[in-house]
């Protein structure tokens, strides 16, 4: 489990989706403090037909 920088708290991952652009967030999230940090891969397109299309 992560630790938070700020309080040393244990953050948890989190995902958010943005359904007008069609994009998916992966960040972690302090159950203390409420900060959040970028996970590796932090937005990627919802739809896997745009991913598959640079192949």
Do not use: W
């Not at 953050?11 to 989706?17: C, H, K, Q, S």
Request: some cysteine.
């Amino acid at each position: 489990m992560r630790k938070c920088k700020k309080c040393q708290g244990m953050m948890f991952p989190e995902r958010v989706i943005d359904m007008l652009d069609g994009l998916i967030g992966h960040f972690y999230a302090c159950a203390n403090c409420g900060r959040r940090e970028e996970a590796a891969n932090c937005i990627e397109p919802m739809h896997t037909s745009e991913t598959l299309s640079g192949r």
